[in-house]
């Protein structure tokens, strides 16, 4: 049974920062891409940003380029989120993803989510 364990959301002021972390188990997280993604109230999930197996890839989305890095650690199974800059319109839920391959947003398995509040 794959799971995915999003922490390190939370509060922030505007210009702040933030680093999410997503701890991988029941799968090697070196055996695929992995990516982010996030969620406001009303609106559909969108991604964030992906990166692939290795980690010389990454894929960011345009508005937040500059400001957000991905990366990975896969000797601890582990992928993080590094957000800098935060604006208010960042605020979200924000889930990892086990993607199903490199290049697609189709996901395998999903995190449960953490909160990202950035006040103004």
């Known amino acids: 049974q794959v799971q995915l364990v999003e922490s390190g959301g939370g509060f922030v002021q505007a210009g702040g920062s933030l680093r999410l972390s997503c701890a991988v188990t029941?799968?090697?997280?070196?055996?695929?891409?992995m990516g982010w993604f996030r969620q406001v109230p009303g609106k559909e999930r969108e991604f964030v940003a992906a990166?692939?197996?290795?980690?010389?890839?990454?894929n960011v989305k345009d508005s937040v380029k500059g400001r957000f890095t991905i990366s990975r650690d896969n000797a601890k199974n582990t992928v993080y989120l590094q957000m800098n800059s935060l604006k208010p319109e960042d605020t979200g839920i924000y889930y990892c993803?086990?993607?199903?391959?490199?290049?697609?947003?189709?996901?395998?398995?999903w995190g449960q989510g953490t909160q990202v509040t950035v006040s103004s």
């Open positions: 993803a086990a993607l199903r391959v490199w290049g697609s947003e189709r996901v395998d398995y």
């Open positions: 029941g799968r090697t997280c070196s055996a695929g891409a």
């Open positions: 990166i692939n197996w290795s980690g010389r890839s990454t």
